[in-house]
Every structure is written in structure tokens, then in C-alpha cells.
């Protein structure tokens, strides 16, 4: 098997991850391979986000929507109404340039854009129907996670859904190392990471993702108003949580 991420192959000196040049290059690799199920949960948020789209201009914004996976998946769904428009947010101008690249055609006809934004002070989300934050906001400091839902909730359309897809921690300290431990098994027997490389990934992320428990994700989600929440899918250590806005 041929990888594209050989990134903590080739370092020596481990730094603090950031999402530059040289990941937006291996990204759609590294995402596949270091995300259980995450092809698969494209599928059954792609499903569920037609469920919330009106026929007429309905709108979804994805946060922190690196090289435009979701939005494509969205697109080009058989369900997609004609006439709704898609928005992706990020901070990493290479991941925005693949997103381009990818969604060219569908930009091109005004159906998807592109925004370089810092989820960190997002104050002027449109109105839209469906809000998406797919492994994203363990990415934004904690102080700032509160404000950013806050600001989700208000552009959010009555009966407007939100996806919150996050790594946690566990609880319960002894099955937070079960989590971890089956994590990093996947990553090295389904993935074709070595230990080394997963040892360096995980040094390079330790200041940079920040895992909550569930229970914190969902107080964020009732604090920032959001009646109906609930868990949809899991596995060990990554759960992804939907939300509607009464
Ligand atoms: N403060 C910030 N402001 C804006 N963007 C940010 C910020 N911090 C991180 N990002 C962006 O959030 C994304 C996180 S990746 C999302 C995967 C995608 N949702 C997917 O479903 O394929 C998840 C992962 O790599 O595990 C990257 O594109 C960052 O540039
Ligand atoms: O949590 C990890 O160890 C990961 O590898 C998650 C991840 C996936 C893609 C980019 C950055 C972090």
C-alpha cells in the first residue's frame, strides 16, 4: 500500500502541528487514515444534512472544512436541492487552496465558497439551515469554544441543525487509556502508521488539539442554547453529536 502521509516518517524534530503547506498536500490521506469511519460518517451526515435543507436556497457552513471533503460529498448528493449554497470556513490558506481546487466547478457556478476565517472570533455567520464542525473545534482554544457555538446558534434558522464531530476523553481515566490504546491500534494495524510515526503525531498535537469529554461538548451545546442534542455515532474516542436549534 502507497501512503501520501509520510510527514512523521520524515521529521526528526518534532514541532507543533499546524495545518501548512505541507499537510494540506497529504491531508485527504492523513484525515482518512487518522479518523475512524470517517469516510463512512461523510455518508450518514451527508443523508441527515438533506433531511434540513429546504428545496428553495437552503444554506450549510462548514467550519473548519480544510480541502472541501464534506462540501463535496454535500454537493454532490442526489437529494442536494439545486438551489442551495454551500460555505466552507478555515484558517489555513493551504487547505483552503486544495478546497478550491476541488470545488472548482461547483464555486464556479456560485453553489460553494470559500472564506479564510479564524473560527476563534467569528462573529458574522449568515443565516443558514445546517452548521457543520467536523473535527474542528478541538482545534480552537477552549476559552473561544463557548463564543463560537454561541455565534453557530444565532445563524442558525429555526429547526436549524448543527454537527459537532469531536475526539474526547473519556470519563473514566482507566477507559480513557482502553480509548487510546484501541486508537493508536487502529491507527498502526488499519492505517499503516508505524509507533514512531504515531508517537511524533501525537507529541506534535499535544498542544494543539484539545479534547473535552462528552459531557463538556454537550454543556457547550446547552449553554449556547441548543434544546435537542444528542450523540449519533461513536467509536472509542471520537463521537460526532448533532444539535437542533427549536
Ligand atoms: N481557529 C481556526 N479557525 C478556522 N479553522 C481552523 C481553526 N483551527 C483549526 N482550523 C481548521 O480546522 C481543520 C481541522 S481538520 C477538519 C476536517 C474537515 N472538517 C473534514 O471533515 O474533512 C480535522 C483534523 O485534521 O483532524 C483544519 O482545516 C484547520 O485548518
Ligand atoms: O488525534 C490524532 O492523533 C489524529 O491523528 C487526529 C488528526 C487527524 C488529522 C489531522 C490532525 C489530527
Known amino acids: 500500500m502507497t501512503y501520501q502521509d509520510k510527514l512523521f516518517k520524515q521529521i526528526t ?23 475512524p469511519f470517517y469516510n463512512e460518517i461523510q455518508r450518514i451526515q451527508a443523508d441527515l444534512i438533506m433531511d434540513f435543507l429546504p428545496d428553495e436556497a437552503g444554506v450549510v457552513c462548514d467550519l473548519g ?50 472564506r479564510l476565517a479564524d473560527l476563534a472570533d467569528l462573529t458574522d455567520l449568515p443565516p443558514c439551515n445546517v452548521v ?6 478541538q482545534f480552537v482554544r477552549p476559552i473561544d469554544r463557548q463564543g463560537l457555538l454561541n455565534t453557530v446558534y444565532q445563524a442558525l434558522r429555526p429547526g436549524g441543525l448543527l454537527l459537532l464531530s469531536e475526539k474526547i476523553l473519556a470519563q473514566d481515566p482507566l477507559l480513557n487509556r482502553v480509548y487510546i490504546d484501541h486508537y493508536l491500534h487502529f491507527k498502526t494495524s488499519q492505517s499503516g502508521y508505524s509507533d514512531t510515526e ?25 449553554r449556547a442554547g441548543f434544546a435537542h442534542r444528542d450523540t449519533y455515532f461513536q467509536w472509542f474516542n471520537f463521537v460526532c453529536m448533532m444539535a437542533v436549534k427549536r
Open 132 to 137: 457543520i464542525l467536523n473535527w474542528a473545534l
Open 13 to 35: 524534530r518534532v514541532e507543533d502541528f499546524a495545518f501548512d503547506e505541507r499537510v494540506a498536500g497529504v491531508f485527504d490521506d492523513m484525515v482518512a487514515r487518522s479518523v
Open 65 to 114: 472544512c480544510s480541502t472541501g471533503t464534506t462540501l463535496a460529498h454535500l454537493t454532490a448528493h442526489p437529494r442536494c436541492p439545486s438551489q442551495a449554497l454551500f460555505i466552507g470556513l478555515d484558517n489555513s490558506a493551504p487547505m483552503l487552496a486544495k478546497a478550491q481546487v476541488k470545488l472548482a466547478a461547483q464555486a464556479a457556478k456560485g453553489q460553494v465558497s470559500l
Open 198 to 222: 504515531n508517537q511524533r503525531k501525537r507529541e506534535a498535537l499535544e498542544n494543539v488539539l484539545i479534547p473535552y469529554r462528552l459531557d463538556e461538548n454537550m454543556a457547550l451545546l446547552e
